[in-house]
C-alpha cells in the first residue's frame, strides 16, 4: 500500500517517524511539504521520496492530510482532481467535518476524519476516528490499521471528535503544562533541576501505567496516595482552594469550542 502524508509539520512528521520506526516501508510512504526547506530535511532524515501534493495524491491509496484546518480548502481543491478511484483519504485536521471534507473532494470520495495526538512519535498515540458515507468495512480497517501500528485507535461518531479534540488531541499538552510546572515548584523548594525531572517524568509514567494496569478510576488511586492529615492532603487542599477542576472543565471546553469554530466552513 502506498501512503502520502500531505503536510509534514509537527504531526505530519511525527506520523511518518511513528510509521517509520513501527516497521512500515519508506518505499511505500511519500511525503508532500510546501516548505521546501522542510520538505528536504524530512525526506533525507526519515529516507522517503518528498513530491507535490498532486503528484503524491496521484499515485497513493490512502492520503492523510496533516495541514492547518485553515490550509485545508485550498488543498483538497488542489488534490481532488488527481486522486486515484479507490484512494482514501484520511485528515488530521482539527475542527474539519467530514461534510466539508466531502463537499471540497470529487462525489463519492471515502473520507475518515481522525483526532491523533503527538505521542505517535513514541507509539503510544491515542486516535479518535469517524468514517464518511462512502467508506467501507475494508478501508475503514485499513486507515484504523494505519493509527493502530503507531498506537490506539477508538471509532468515535463524528459529533463527539470536537470533544475527542479537547481530551486525547490536545491532552499531551496538558501533562506536558502540569509536569513543566511540577519541575518549576521543584526548583522553587530547592531540588536541583535535573533531579526535579527525573522525579517527575517517572512519576508521569508511573502513573500512567498503573491507570492503564490496574484499570482503576484515578480517583481511587488517587485517594491510596493521600494520607489522613499527610502531605497530599495538603497539596489537594490547596488545588481545591484555587478552583484547579472548575480551571481543567474551561479549559477543555475553550478547547472543544476552538475545535468546532474551526471546522466552520470559510
Ligand atoms: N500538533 C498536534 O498535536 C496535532 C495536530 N493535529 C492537526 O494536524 C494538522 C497539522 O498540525 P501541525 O502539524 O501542528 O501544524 P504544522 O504547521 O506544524 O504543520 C502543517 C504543515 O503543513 C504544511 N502545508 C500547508 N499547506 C500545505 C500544502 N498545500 N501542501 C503541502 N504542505 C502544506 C506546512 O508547511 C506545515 O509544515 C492540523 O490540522 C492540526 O489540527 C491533530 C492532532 C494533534
Ligand atoms: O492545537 C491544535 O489546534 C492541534 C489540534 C489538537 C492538538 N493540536
Not at 62 to 77: E, G, H, R, T, Y
Not at 129 to 154: D, F, I, K, P, T
Not at 205 to 211: C, E, I, K, N, T
Amino acid at each position: 500500500m502506498t501512503v502520502a502524508i500531505i503536510g509534514a509539520g509537527r504531526i505530519g512528521e511525527a506520523l511518518l517517524a511513528g510509521l517509520l520506526k513501527s516497521g512500515f516501508d519508506p518505499a511505500g510512504i511519500v511525503v508532500a511539504e510546501k516548505d521546501s526547506a522542510r520538505a528536504a530535511a524530512v525526506s533525507t532524515q526519515h529516507g522517503v521520496r518528498a513530491t507535490t501534493p498532486k503528484d503524491a495524491a496521484a499515485g497513493a491509496e490512502l492520503l492523510v492530510i496533516a495541514v492547518k484546518p485553515q490550509d485545508m480548502a485550498s488543498l483538497l481543491a488542489e488534490i481532488g482532481p488527481a486522486l486515484e478511484p479507490a484512494a482514501l483519504v484520511v485528515s488530521l485536521a482539527a475542527g474539519i467535518t467530514l461534510d466539508f471534507l466531502q463537499s471540497h473532494l470529487p462525489a463519492g470520495t471515502p473520507v475518515v476524519r481522525v483526532m491523533p495526538n503527538t505521542p505517535l512519535l513514541v507509539g503510544e498515540a491515542m486516535s479518535a476516528l469517524s468514517a464518511g458515507g462512502h467508506v467501507g468495512e475494508e478501508q475503514l480497517e485499513r486507515a484504523e490499521a494505519l493509527l493502530g501500528s503507531v498506537g490506539r485507535v477508538v471509532r468515535v461518531p463524528e459529533s463527539q471528535l470536537d470533544a475527542a479534540t479537547a481530551l486525547s488531541g490536545s491532552g499531551p499538552a496538558y501533562f506536558f503544562y502540569l509536569i513543566d510546572a511540577m519541575i518549576e515548584a521543584g526548583v522553587l523548594l530547592g531540588v536541583p533541576r535535573a533531579l526535579a525531572t527525573e522525579l517527575m517524568v517517572q512519576t508521569a509514567l508511573g502513573s500512567a501505567r498503573m491507570l492503564r494496569e490496574s484499570g482503576e478510576h484515578p480517583a481511587l488511586l488517587r485517594e491510596a496516595v493521600t494520607s489522613p492529615a499527610g502531605t497530599t492532603a495538603a497539596a489537594l487542599a490547596e488545588l481545591d482552594r484555587r478552583a484547579v477542576r472548575g480551571a481543567i472543565l474551561d479549559a477543555l471546553t475553550a478547547a472543544r469550542d476552538r475545535s468546532v469554530e474551526l471546522g466552520r466552513p470559510r
